[in-house]
């Protein structure tokens, strides 16, 4: 039944082999398949990294990793505890038949498999990436494992019962988080791999899961800073004249972003020279005034793309399984209509390598040194990832990993040229993705008090799910009425919020709009003074309290990049032993000494706050300090950061 491995063991039995070994300090990898293991398999895990390890094998099996103890039976089934106290164990689907592990063939050696765990009472979730659907704990829920514009799939949980696990697979599927038990499925694959970990407290477990994924480099320190952003300007002279009027009032800013539709076709990746005349000079006067330039990057290529007839015959596209290699249609420059648009395939190195090769001929010679990658889930119209075929795989089985190996080009690609500061905002992610230097945008989002309450529960689900540097479409994305009293408020409320993300970045296209295709489509202005008078002067002094607060927010990332620690986070990562702690998800910790409290119902000039146990807090408003463990009421008016320090703290949130 048993044989002795490396740092673990494995067990066969009915045609099942399991392979158990210590992986990181605390952690356990195990996997499963019918017959045979395969080592050839993309995931997140990379090297193995150095741990403890016991093993002791008789008529049942243990592994001890650290604090972190798996017993498997003389049947198979799995128990992982610490301290004697259980975390997580395998559950049957049925007394008789099916076990824990169910493999139904798909064909040629490929299966839908599926991963039964015991459900717990009282069991908290939280993690698994990015989703709209508005829940802190996703306890109950049933979330597909599947990457769409908004819905990021990073298949890594943290429970309340102080353990982590990590589902070591790309493909697609769905876990489901029910009260009679947890089933994770993929819907073809040909082998299940998980790793488990845990630790003192979720602060230990987020530890573990970087040490085992990644760690996130250091944040560049322009990135702390303002980002200012609109579907889009449409030419060089609209994009300087904004940063030059920026500099004129005296305001700060450190990005500004150059949208798509900056260049001649899809998928060339460049600069329209008729639009866009001399990029270089546009580069280095931004540099001049402290400001860097990020420009938008699409995975799709257009037939019209010089690079089309060469990627297509080196293989460096996407395949498909029936049809052409197209994957969606959109607007192209030099048409009337949409185009049959093909992505890249980065799990290809060749593909990658000649992507970045055009990006730094084109962009990096220029000084630009910020990608944003968007539409990189891909973007697929229709979305049937089960259609394609990678270069590292069929879609069903690896597709959920192509963001990730998306910004891994460019990463790559900036290293190689000597560049150690590398920042790629995405509006897609995997596990892992934050080795690249990967921040994440929640995509497509609505403008509205309901969507800002869901960006909150969202962030922080992120920041669980190991992706430290996050941000939301200031505003939200799609449209927003300029003369609203409404949108005007909800723009105040968050901005307030936008100050206490990893990234600060105002972005989305207000009314008008225009639908139509190349040139027209763009969206009305959307910069700090866009909004009346009243609302410049308030957001105008949160760019300032981002200032102040800069030294503050390059602490907490180096935290995260030291010891994965995302900067914002739930109260309950530094507060695990608070009950109350877990069920607050509309509140938030940025680094240990801000309670951030958002303001996300219009109208609304107070604002309830649950003070965590432990320590005392003080309103900085009016210096008056409140004991934790309680509630309290504070004044929220609109010219007021809803935010409470930890007592001791010396932060200038007042100026």
Not at 36 to 56: C, F, I, K, M, T
Not at 196 to 203: F, M, N, Y
Not at 421 to 433: D, E, F, H, P
Not at 460 to 484: C, K
């Amino acid at each position: 039944m048993f044989n002795e491995i490396e740092d673990g063991f494995e067990w066969r039995g009915s045609h099942q082999v399991l392979r158990a070994q210590a992986w990181g300090t605390d952690g356990i990898r195990v996997r499963a398949a019918l017959s045979n293991l395969r080592e050839d398999l993309p995931g997140a895990l990379g090297e193995r990294p150095p741990g403890s390890a016991r093993v002791s094998l008789g008529d049942t099996a243990v592994l001890v990793s650290g604090s972190l103890t798996l017993e498997v039976s003389a049947d198979g089934m799995l128990r992982f505890t610490r301290a004697g106290e259980e975390l997580l164990a395998e559950e049957r689907a049925h007394f008789w038949w099916p076990g824990p592990r169910v493999y139904t063939s798909t064909g040629n050696g490929y299966y839908r498999i599926e991963q039964r765990f015991r459900a717990y009472e009282g069991e908290r979730i939280h993690g698994l990436g990015q989703h709209t659907h508005g829940l802190f704990d996703q306890k109950g829920a049933v979330i597909d494992l599947v990457q769409r514009n908004a819905e990021v799939t990073i298949p890594f949980l943290v429970s309340s019962r102080g353990y982590g696990m990590l589902w070591n697979s790309p493909a697609t599927g769905r876990v489901e988080l029910a009260d009679n038990g947890t089933r994770w499925v993929s819907d073809s694959s040909r082998q299940i791999d998980y790793w488990v970990t845990t630790g003192e407290g979720p602060a230990d477990i987020m530890a573990r899961y970087a040490e085992a994924t990644g760690h996130p480099p250091m944040l560049p320190e322009f990135a702390s800073g303002f980002w200012q952003s609109k579907l889009r300007y449409r030419t060089q002279d609209e994009l300087m004249a904004v940063a030059r009027e920026y500099r004129r009032r005296g305001l700060p800013l450190s990005v500004i972003v150059s949208d798509f539709f900056h260049w001649t076709h899809l998928g060339d990746w460049k600069f329209d020279p008729q639009e866009w005349p001399d990029p270089e000079a546009m580069v280095d006067e931004l540099r001049e005034m402290g400001v860097e330039l990020m420009v938008s990057v699409w995975p799709s290529v257009s037939p019209l793309s010089e690079n089309h007839a060469e990627m297509l015959a080196g293989g460096y596209l996407v395949a498909t399984e029936q049809g052409p290699p197209v994957h969606a249609d959109w607007a192209d420059k030099g048409v009337d209509s949409q185009v049959q648009v093909s992505f890249y395939d980065p799990t290809n190195p060749a593909a990658r390598e000649y992507l970045w090769e055009r990006i730094r001929r084109n962009y990096h010679s220029l000084g630009i040194r910020v990608w944003w990658l968007d539409a990189c889930e891909p973007e697929l119209k229709p979305g049937h990832p089960e259609n394609l075929r990678y270069h590292a795989g069929p879609g069903t089985e690896v597709g959920n990993i192509y963001p990730l190996e998306h910004a891994r080009a460019f990463h790559e690609g900036m290293t190689a040229v000597g560049e150690e500061q590398v920042i790629t905002l995405c509006r897609s992610a995997w596990a892992g993705s934050q080795r690249h230097g990967a921040a994440l945008w929640s995509g497509d989002i609505a403008p509205t008090f309901d969507s800002l309450r869901t960006q909150v529960r969202a962030g922080l689900n992120v920041a669980m799910s190991g992706i430290p540097w996050w941000t939301t479409d200031i505003g939200g994305f799609h449209g927003g009425d300029q003369e609203s009293p409404e949108y005007r408020e909800l723009l105040v409320r968050w901005f307030q919020y936008g100050v206490f993300c990893p990234l600060f970045r105002l972005h989305g296209y207000r009314e008008p709009f225009s639908h139509d295709l190349y040139p027209e489509m763009s969206g009305g202005p959307n910069e700090v003074w866009s909004y009346g008078e009243e609302v410049y002067e308030l957001v105008s002094g949160l760019l300032f309290l981002r200032e102040r607060l800069r030294p503050y927010v390059m602490e907490q990332m180096r935290l995260a990049h030291e010891r994965g620690l995302p900067p914002m986070r739930p109260v309950f990562v530094d507060f695990p032993e608070d009950p109350r702690a877990w069920q607050e998800g509309d509140q938030f910790l940025f680094g240990p000494d801000v309670l951030v409290a958002p303001v996300t119902e219009y109208g609304a000039r107070t604002r309830d706050v649950y003070l965590p146990a432990g320590e005392s807090w003080t309103d900085p408003w009016t210096g008056s300090v409140h004991p934790g463990g309680t509630v309290v009421t504070i004044d929220a008016p609109l010219d007021r950061v809803p935010v409470l320090l930890r007592e001791g703290a010396d932060l200038p949130i007042t100026g």
